[in-house]
């Protein structure tokens, strides 16, 4: 079994010596939220969570995200929820980088470290707390479910990714794998959620030009991206947002893997309105 690091945001706010210069960039295309912003000042709190914070990455919006909404959530010991969720057409998926959680699903409670993932289908019962001495930190992305008649919802799932091997791309001699939680050819399912990795040297050697919509947060290295026409300098932290058919190619230049959670829409015929959005 192959120990991962993740990369997590911790909060604080930057001294007012700062110089203000960052490589924050909101455009049409395609946004960059550096890990510098993940500051105390703009964190959320929501209903019915106890000793918790979160970092809003992409929430569907004109021009921004349209699918989906993606948090990173802190937890303080003993902190939680036992309602989590306010809508009952949202699915979730969480992926643990810090700490650990106490995940009730379906009324089976599960413990869930670092590298922890939980797919939790939409309408389905669920609560959460910290179990562990210290804050615990989340990802936890949301999506309306969008349902297909002659097509069950997705069942539970609660995986670790340093017990799946990751998937080599073709040609590539290993230099550039996804870490697959969901089968893709389960169509039951409308996203997925993976981790990217690159070793270095590793690339995109094309600029992918595609339908899906995508959620990037580096979870371990550096690298240099390219999005629509600029090639941005990204590291563990760092989050970006593409719009669908936004041109992307990446280069990992070292000295260790680049890593990043992966989110994208999958496996329905394209909407012909928002009704694909969430809110």
Same mark, same amino acid.
């Given at each position: 079994? =192959?120990?991962?690091? *993740? ?22 295309a ?5 890990k ?10 929501? %209903?019915?969570w106890?000793?918790?914070?979160f970092?809003v990455?992409?929430?569907?919006? $004109?021009?921004?995200?349209? =699918? ?5 959530? /802190? ?10 969720? !306010? +809508? %009952?057409?949202?699915q ?5 980088? /810090? ?6 699903l379906?009324? =089976? ?7 922890? *993932? ?8 669920? $609560?959460?707390r ?13 999506k ?6 002659g097509? +069950?919802?997705? +069942?539970?799932?609660?995986?670790? /990714?340093?017990?799946i091997a ?5 040609? !590539? ?5 996804t ?17 990217? =990795? ?11 030009t ?9 979870l371990?290295?550096?690298?240099? *991206?390219? #999005? ?5 300098? &990204? ?12 041109p992307?190619?990446c280069?990992?230049g ?7 959670? #992966? *989110?994208?829409d &999958? ?10 959005? #969430?809110?």
């Amino acid at each position: 079994m =192959t120990e991962h690091s *993740y990369y997590a945001p911790h909060g604080g706010l930057a001294p007012q010596t700062q110089l203000v210069t960052d490589r924050a960039m909101f455009t049409q295309a395609y946004a960059v939220i550096p890990k510098g912003t993940f500051s105390d000042i703009v964190a959320s709190l929501l %209903p019915f969570w106890d000793k918790a914070r979160f970092w809003v990455l992409a929430r569907p919006l $004109s021009g921004f995200a349209e =699918t989906f909404s993606h948090y990173i959530a /802190e937890v303080g010991p003993g902190g939680g929820s036992t309602r989590p969720e !306010t +809508d %009952p057409r949202a699915q979730a998926v969480l992926f643990v980088v /810090e700490g650990t959680i106490s995940l009730t699903l379906a009324g =089976t409670t599960h413990e869930m470290t670092a590298g922890g *993932y939980a797919y939790i289908p939409p309408g389905a019962e669920w $609560s959460l707390r910290n179990s562990g001495p210290a804050p615990a930190r989340f990802h936890w992305f949301r999506k309306a479910y969008q349902a297909v008649e002659g097509l +069950d919802a997705p +069942d539970p799932l609660i995986l670790n /990714e340093n017990d799946i091997a990751p998937v080599p791309m073709p040609d !590539t001699d290993g230099a550039w794998a996804t870490t697959r939680f969901v089968d893709p050819a389960d169509l039951r399912h409308d996203m997925h959620v993976t981790i990217v =990795t690159f070793q270095p040297g590793g690339l995109i050697p094309f600029a992918e030009t595609h339908v899906m919509e995508h959620g990037l947060y580096v979870l371990q290295g550096k690298a240099v *991206y390219r #999005l629509n026409q600029d090639w941005v300098e &990204v590291e563990a932290g760092d989050y970006m947002w593409l719009r669908a058919f936004c041109p992307q190619a990446c280069y990992a230049g070292g000295p260790g893997p680049f890593r990043y959670l #992966l *989110y994208k829409d &999958v496996n329905r015929h394209m909407p012909l309105g928002r009704d694909g959005a #969430l809110g």
